[in-house]
């Protein structure tokens, strides 16, 4: 693997994460221009190599693994995965009992990175999860993921209504889901009343 390939990969990485590469370096605790082009370069123009540590942080701050970003670095087309709008994500027909995509109107995109995962995407619409995901947002959900306290997650109730919320208290009787925008209230939602949720693991532009 060449340098050239890792800054590549680098910036695939701050794209798939809806940031730019100084944004994505700011995430991972670093200064804001590690990423620049000029710093890609050594004084002789020799390609520099990108840090195990720089590395480390980066892939941690956006949470991504090393067998992602070395799929983002070998440029591979990765699997399909099933793409929904979120609109259409709380009408009957588009996923089972657990939270998997099923009948038609599906589309289908690629994402490197998630070969042997069940995943599946949705895109963003309206203003509802600013300003943590926009409108035109893809955020990728895996449905076998375990799920923890602070988790992003989407979640559908039985009647239909689907949330994009950070997942909050947990008891046996009810579930708190922290809303993303400011402007929305947190929720406490009896457990019968939720269909399924699954966990939120990376957003792209």
Do not use: C
């Amino acid at each position: 693997m060449r340098p050239a390939a890792i800054w590549s990969a680098i910036d695939a990485l701050a794209e798939r994460n809806g940031l730019s590469p100084s944004g994505l370096a700011r995430r991972a605790g670093l200064d804001a221009t590690s990423f620049n082009k000029s710093k890609r370069r050594a004084p002789d123009g020799s390609p520099r190599w990108l840090s195990t540590e720089s590395l480390m942080k980066t892939l941690d701050a956006v949470g991504a693994t090393m067998d992602e970003f070395i799929a983002l670095a070998e440029n591979r087309p990765g699997p399909f995965a099933p793409l929904l709008g979120f609109a259409k994500a709380g009408n009957d027909g588009y996923f089972d009992a657990d939270g998997f995509p099923a009948g038609d109107g599906w589309e289908e995109i690629r994402f490197p990175g998630l070969e042997g995962q069940n995943v599946y995407a949705l895109q963003i619409t309206g203003d509802s999860m600013e300003p943590v995901y926009r409108a035109g947002d893809r955020i990728v959900i895996d449905p076998e993921a375990e799920l923890r306290r602070g988790d992003r997650v989407v979640a559908r109730t039985t009647d239909g209504e689907v949330l994009a919320k950070q997942l909050g208290r947990r008891t046996a009787r009810s579930v708190e889901l922290l809303s993303l925008n400011p402007d929305y209230a947190p929720r406490q939602i009896p457990r019968q009343h939720i269909a399924w949720m699954a966990r939120i693991l990376w957003a792209s532009q």
